[in-house]
């Protein structure tokens, strides 16, 4: 099987981890520091911690029950350094790792990965914080069933009783099966609760779509997807956008747009701020646009009459590439386990192959012209040479019409004989035989 495994992302639905929490506050604020202020820069941590996608509105339906005079300002531009700090780290997540069967470090094997709903942390993915992204090549698997793929053992990441009053909301894990080259998208992932006693397992079927090179010498619009590299119409027309970034970047420029700030999971952008606890009500307001996120350009939208309120972009993938079908399941799982073991998952192929599909242009000019001279022949009985007799006596019969209007006739009389003659002139046209 010639595809590559795909990426798993695991995100914990609780962004922040109490003890680390506890040691920024007291690194930030010293010694001598009271319950109320650690309390406010808690909430104000977990407010940030909400500003996520798809449901921006958390945050601020969190502040509403707070008093908002109690929230902390934090500096702006070490938000993301910040939340890095005070998050779950491997370590914090993960108890056992797995790849075909075989134990290994998971620190190894996983690493930070920037989504739109904060930091998590990636297998297989090119698109993760890796230390040489340029040198790194996707793992392959050529085995099916269970426990041939990548297993993982999960902790509890509500951390004791820290976090666990708010945590029955939101406890968890969301796992994303995507593309080793493109960002985890979100709004695909499966929620995994606490289940100790069972496995979650996720089957990948792998599909490969080959573009003939038919495809590349179409028109960007009739093509509907983009060659390896860009043409420069892809490019002005903003359509081009590599590896999967393309909605996610959208969305923060309609953030960007409407609230002045990008949340801090995406890259800094200068002059930009990051979105803070003083843009949750803007982001709230935009949640139901963002979601509704529309594939296609405005003027589409407005021949379609589309009342609902979305965020239009153009975002259109490679001619090129491969997609992950899943399926989930739950299973009993009856296995000795440790007391810190939360939920067990397993990934794995489906089956031992994939499906390939192969796109084309199947109806080209030439096709056009068998196809006429085809149905003619069935049709009519006739063929080319027929056509071409059929062409060759029309002009013809053209010819001796043209011919004969302009002939002049004239009449002579001889006198010495009283009979008369016709003398008849004709008109050259030398551009037929």
Same mark, same amino acid.
């Given at each position: 099987m010639?595809f590559? *495994?795909p990426?798993?992302?695991?995100?914990? =639905?609780i962004?922040?981890k109490?003890t680390?929490?506890?040691? !920024?506050i007291?690194r930030?604020?010293?010694?001598?520091f009271?319950?109320?202020?650690?309390?406010?820069?808690v909430?104000?941590?977990?407010?940030i911690s /909400?500003?996520?996608?798809?449901?921006?509105?958390?945050?601020s339906?969190y502040?509403?029950?707070?008093?908002?005079?109690?929230l902390?300002?934090?500096?702006?531009?070490?938000?993301?350094?910040?939340m890095?700090?005070v998050?779950?780290?491997?370590?914090?997540?993960f108890?056992i790792?797995t790849?075909?069967g075989?134990?290994?470090?998971?620190k190894?094997?996983?690493? =930070?990965?920037?989504?739109?709903?904060?930091?998590?942390y990636?297998?297989?993915?090119?698109?993760?914080? /890796?230390e040489?992204?340029?040198? *790194?090549?996707?793992?392959k698997?050529?085995l099916?069933?269970?426990?041939?793929?990548?297993?993982?053992?999960?902790?509890d990441?509500?951390?004791?009783?820290g976090?666990r009053?708010f945590?029955r909301?939101?406890d968890?894990?969301?796992?994303i099966i995507?593309n080793?080259?493109?960002?985890?998208?979100v709004t695909?992932?499966y929620q995994?609760?606490r289940?100790?006693?069972?496995?979650?397992?996720?089957?990948?079927s792998?599909q490969?779509?080959?573009?003939?090179e038919?495809?590349?010498n179409?028109?960007?619009?009739?093509?509907d997807?983009y060659?390896l590299e860009p043409?420069?119409?892809?490019?002005?027309s903003?359509i081009?956008?590599?590896n999967?970034?393309?909605?996610?970047?959208?969305?923060?420029?309609?953030?960007?747009?409407?609230?002045g700030?990008?949340?801090?999971?995406?890259?800094?952008?200068?002059?930009?701020?990051?979105?803070s606890?003083?843009?949750?009500?803007c =982001? #709230?307001?935009?949640?139901?646009?963002?979601?509704?996120?529309?594939?296609?350009d405005l003027e589409d939208?407005?021949?379609?009459?589309?009342t609902?309120d979305?965020?239009s972009?153009r975002?259109?993938?490679f001619?090129?590439?491969v997609?992950?079908?899943?399926?989930?399941?739950?299973?009993p799982?009856?296995?000795?386990?440790?007391?810190?073991?939360?939920?067990?998952l397993?990934?794995?192929?489906?089956r031992?192959? +994939?499906?390939t599909y192969?796109k084309?242009v199947?109806?080209?000019?030439?096709?056009?012209?068998?196809?006429v001279g +085809?149905?003619?022949?069935?049709?009519?009985?006739?063929?080319?040479i027929?056509?071409?007799?059929?062409?060759? !006596?029309f002009?013809r019969? =053209? !010819?001796?019409?043209?011919? #004969?209007?302009?002939?002049?006739?004239?009449?002579v009389?001889?006198?010495?004989?009283q009979?008369?003659?016709?003398i008849?002139?004709?008109?050259?046209?030398? *551009?037929l035989?």
């Open positions: 010639e590559e *495994f990426a798993v992302t695991i995100c914990s =639905l962004k922040l109490v680390r929490v506890r040691s !920024y007291r930030t604020l010293g010694r001598n009271s319950t109320e202020e650690s309390e406010s820069y909430s104000t941590l977990l407010a /909400l500003l996520q996608f798809p449901h921006y509105n958390y945050a339906e502040i509403a029950i707070l008093n908002s005079s109690s902390k300002p934090i500096q702006n531009e070490d938000i993301p350094k910040i890095i700090e998050g779950h780290q491997i370590d914090d997540l108890e790792c790849w075909k075989k134990p290994l470090n998971c190894d094997i996983f690493h =930070l990965q920037k989504t739109e709903e904060g930091f998590c990636s297998f297989n993915s090119r698109t993760a914080e /890796l040489n992204r340029t040198n *790194f090549t996707p793992l698997n050529y099916s069933g269970r426990h041939t793929g990548l297993g993982v053992t999960l902790k990441p509500s951390d004791g009783n976090f009053k945590a909301r939101y968890g894990y969301n796992v995507h080793p080259n493109e960002i985890p998208d695909n992932a995994i609760k289940s100790s006693d069972k496995i979650n397992t996720i089957i990948v792998p490969k779509f080959l573009a003939d038919t495809i590349k179409l028109p960007a619009k009739v093509r997807c060659w043409t420069e119409e892809e490019e002005a903003h081009f956008l590599r999967g970034f393309c909605q996610a970047s959208c969305r923060r420029d309609a953030i960007r747009s409407n609230c700030c990008v949340p801090y999971f995406f890259e800094p952008v200068p002059g930009v701020k990051f979105c606890i003083e843009h949750a009500k =982001l #709230a307001n935009m949640n139901v646009k963002l979601r509704n996120f529309d594939m296609y939208m407005k021949e379609c009459n589309q609902i979305t965020w972009c975002c259109i993938k001619c090129s590439h997609n992950y079908q899943t399926q989930f399941s739950t299973a799982y009856h296995l000795l386990f440790s007391t810190n073991e939360y939920a067990h397993d990934v794995t192929y489906f031992r192959w +994939g499906q192969r084309e199947k109806f080209t000019f030439g096709d056009l012209s068998a196809a +085809g149905y003619a022949s069935l049709l009519l009985g006739s063929s080319l027929s056509f071409l007799e059929i062409f060759y !006596y002009l019969c =053209l !010819y001796l019409f043209i011919t #004969a209007r302009f002939t002049n006739k004239k009449v009389m001889d006198t010495r004989t009979s008369t003659k016709t008849i002139n004709y008109v050259e046209y030398p *551009f035989p």
